[in-house]
């Protein structure tokens, strides 16, 4: 057998595509080639997973909407990623770190690390995996055998895989099928557009039979295409509940990426209930009790600059007014100064990350700005008149 200089072909791999790649042996890393400097390697979020997948050629979709592909050969398994098919923002990078711990000294250069790695779509990093799978594995493969899934669908998808659709029956004036679906978006939307994610989970456990029509003679297509179509319904129903048109936009977009590199029904349905949720939580964030557009607005720009220490200053220049009209109008709409209400975003987020993750109170307060945990802790404090630990053991 033919022996190849596997760090060779990594580091080619990594110079083609601009995206880390490592080499593991006996799920141990034996190489490492990035083109960006990275304090902490983003794989450390999924490894486990990643180094249980054995097919030759396969892709892990992770967090943030990421992906890595996988190749194996022999005892050798080479992963390139993160990468995904929109740019990094800084909230979202931010985030990131606080997922791996990244200490506050390498906060920047993670940052902008990871911000710098190549974006390339699914269907491109799998290529060139199948590339080099020719290669060593002497197999020919397609980015379709790769993104179709290979294993055995529970009894019930199996069932619907098999129905074909009749198009006579279709188009039978006796038989057509009834939409139905109109009044139930309509209603969805509704509370999208009003940020009501209480009233959405309630109405989601009751929730009538839907019946979208036939958008596809291949089920999963079906699927897939109704998913697409309830993303661009959510999308713009969060933009006009107060969402930031790019970073509605954006989100739609990596959730149907992600959609689409599903094979299984019951994924693709779950994920849609996800996203419904999602859009009407970020929407619920921003109006506050409010349906003010200045709230919202300064409510939009908090969100996407929680990590940092914000000043009246920042918001009056990003929403072109003065420092003097701003607080005044704010407070007017709001009863709220400007102040009070970064505050109290901060502390709401503070609240979460405190019920919802295990990070250290350090953690936390590097990823909300403050100067110190000790200014944390005493800010958690006043505002909710009890201390961050004490508020996560009670909850």
């Given at each position: 057998?033919?022996?190849?200089?596997?760090?060779?072909?990594?580091?080619?791999?990594?110079?083609?595509?601009?995206?880390?790649?490592?080499?593991?042996?006996e799920n141990k890393e034996v190489y490492y080639y990035s083109m960006v400097g990275l304090p902490k390697?983003?794989?450390?979020?999924?490894?486990?997973?990643?180094?249980?997948?054995?097919?030759?050629?396969?892709?892990?979709?992770?967090?943030?909407?990421?992906?890595?592909?996988?190749?194996?050969?022999?005892?050798?398994?080479?992963?390139?990623?993160?990468?995904?098919?929109?740019?990094?923002?800084?909230?979202?990078?931010?985030?990131?770190?606080?997922?791996?711990?990244?200490?506050?000294?390498?906060?920047?250069?993670?940052?902008?690390?990871?911000?710098?790695?190549?974006?390339?779509?699914?269907?491109?990093?799998?290529?060139?995996?199948?590339?080099?799978?020719?290669?060593?594995?002497?197999?020919?493969?397609?980015?379709?055998?790769?993104?179709?899934?290979?294993?055995?669908?529970?009894?019930?998808?199996?069932?619907?895989?098999?129905?074909?659709?009749?198009?006579?029956?279709?188009?039978?004036?006796?038989?057509?099928?009834?939409?139905?679906?109109?009044?139930?978006?309509?209603?969805?939307?509704?509370?999208?557009?009003?940020?009501?994610?209480?009233?959405?989970?309630?109405?989601?456990?009751?929730?009538?039979?839907?019946?979208?029509?036939?958008?596809?003679?291949?089920?999963?297509?079906?699927?897939?295409?109704?998913?697409?179509?309830?993303?661009?319904?959510?999308?713009?129903?969060?933009?006009?509940?107060?969402?930031?048109?790019?970073?509605?936009?954006?989100?739609?977009?990596?959730?149907?990426?992600?959609?689409?590199?599903?094979?299984?029904?019951?994924?693709?349905?779950?994920?849609?209930?996800?996203?419904?949720?999602?859009?009407?939580?970020?929407?619920?964030?921003?109006?506050?009790?409010?349906?003010?557009?200045?709230?919202?607005?300064?409510?939009?720009?908090?969100?996407?600059?929680?990590?940092?220490?914000?000043?009246?200053?920042?918001?009056?220049?990003?929403?072109?007014?003065?420092?003097?009209?701003?607080?005044?109008?704010?407070?007017?709409?709001?009863?709220?100064?400007?102040?009070?209400?970064?505050?109290?975003?901060?502390?709401?987020?503070?609240?979460?990350?405190?019920?919802?993750?295990?990070?250290?109170?350090?953690?936390?307060?590097?990823?909300?700005?403050?100067?110190?945990?000790?200014?944390?802790?005493?800010?958690?404090?006043?505002?909710?008149?009890?201390?961050?630990?004490?508020?996560?053991?009670?909850?």
């Amino acid at each position: 057998m033919k022996e190849y200089n596997l760090e060779y072909l990594s580091r080619n791999l990594g110079h083609l595509t601009g995206i880390p790649v490592r080499l593991y042996k006996e799920n141990k890393e034996v190489y490492y080639y990035s083109m960006v400097g990275l304090p902490k390697d983003p794989i450390l979020l999924n490894l486990d997973d990643i180094l249980k997948i054995d097919d030759h050629v396969a892709f892990y979709s992770a967090p943030y909407f990421y992906y890595y592909g996988i190749l194996n050969y022999l005892d050798y398994k080479m992963v390139i990623g993160p990468t995904r098919i929109l740019p990094l923002d800084d909230k979202t990078a931010n985030e990131m770190a606080f997922e791996l711990d990244i200490e506050k000294d390498d906060l920047k250069d993670f940052i902008t690390g990871v911000k710098l790695i190549v974006n390339m779509p699914i269907e491109s990093l799998l290529e060139s995996l199948c590339s080099f799978n020719y290669v060593l594995n002497d197999e020919i493969l397609t980015v379709k055998d790769v993104m179709i899934s290979k294993s055995p669908k529970n009894q019930f998808e199996k069932a619907i895989k098999t129905e074909t659709y009749d198009h006579n029956i279709i188009n039978d004036d006796k038989t057509k099928i009834v939409h139905n679906s109109f009044l139930v978006e309509k209603e969805i939307m509704n509370m999208v557009e009003d940020g009501n994610y209480q009233k959405l989970e309630l109405w989601i456990k009751n929730a009538p039979a839907i019946r979208p029509g036939t958008l596809s003679f291949d089920y999963i297509r079906q699927q897939k295409n109704i998913f697409i179509v309830t993303a661009t319904l959510v999308s713009r129903s969060s933009i006009k509940g107060g969402m930031d048109v790019d970073d509605a936009l954006g989100l739609s977009d990596l959730y149907i990426q992600k959609a689409e590199m599903l094979n299984n029904y019951l994924d693709i349905y779950n994920l849609e209930y996800l996203m419904v949720l999602d859009f009407t939580k970020k929407v619920n964030e921003l109006k506050s009790g409010s349906s003010s557009k200045l709230v919202i607005s300064v409510s939009n720009y908090i969100i996407h600059h929680i990590s940092e220490v914000i000043k009246l200053d920042d918001i009056s220049s990003a929403l072109y007014m003065s420092k003097s009209s701003l607080s005044s109008k704010f407070k007017k709409e709001s009863g709220k100064t400007v102040d009070e209400f970064i505050l109290e975003k901060k502390i709401n987020e503070a609240k979460n990350l405190l019920y919802s993750t295990d990070k250290s109170l350090s953690q936390i307060s590097l990823y909300l700005g403050f100067s110190s945990q000790s200014h944390f802790s005493r800010t958690f404090k006043k505002q909710e008149g009890i201390s961050p630990l004490a508020y996560r053991n009670k909850n």
